[in-house]
């Protein structure tokens, strides 16, 4: 084992903004306040402390509301999301971060401390800023 390579953490890479919305609002007023589109992902709030938080991808909205011939106005985001989500601590290895998406087939997941969104972490983040050698600031198409 090489003991030499450095350790990346999560935390390292992730992107720090992340829409966090009311699973009660439509999707046409969800998109409308996005202040973090670059993330192409909406997270759905819990409801009280033992709930649990859901994902909403810009391609679930694409798939089940514009391709279903559904009203964003009509559609509340909590119709659409995926609940629970799966997430990643902040001090992991994004080695491990890595295999997670991979056997789940996710392209990214946020990031939770204590119960607590911090973030979001894509493969794109991972490569991007997390590759040894490599390093890059975060560009607003990469996700």
Same mark, same amino acid.
């Given at each position: ?19 966090? !919305? ?5 999707? $046409? ?55 629970? !989500?799966?997430?990643?601590?902040? $001090? ?18 946020? !990031? ?27 560009? $607003?198409?990469?996700?």
């Amino acid at each position: 084992m090489n003991h030499d390579i450095k350790v990346i953490r999560v935390r390292e890479v992730m992107k720090p903004g992340v829409d966090i !919305v009311d699973g009660m609002m439509t999707v $046409a007023a969800v998109l409308g306040a996005m202040q973090h589109p670059e993330t192409r992902t909406i997270i759905v709030d819990k409801r009280h402390a033992d709930d649990e938080y859901g994902i909403v991808m810009l391609s679930d909205i694409a798939r089940k509301v514009m391709a279903a011939g559904r009203s964003a106005d009509r559609v509340n985001i909590y119709e659409i999301m995926s609940k629970p !989500v799966i997430s990643v601590h902040p $001090a992991m290895d994004v080695r491990y971060c890595v295999n997670l998406l991979d056997r789940f087939g996710l392209s990214r997941v946020p !990031v939770v401390d204590n119960g607590k969104i911090l973030g979001l972490v894509s493969y794109s983040d991972i490569v991007l800023k997390g590759m040894p050698g490599f390093h890059r600031e975060e560009s $607003a198409t990469a996700t």
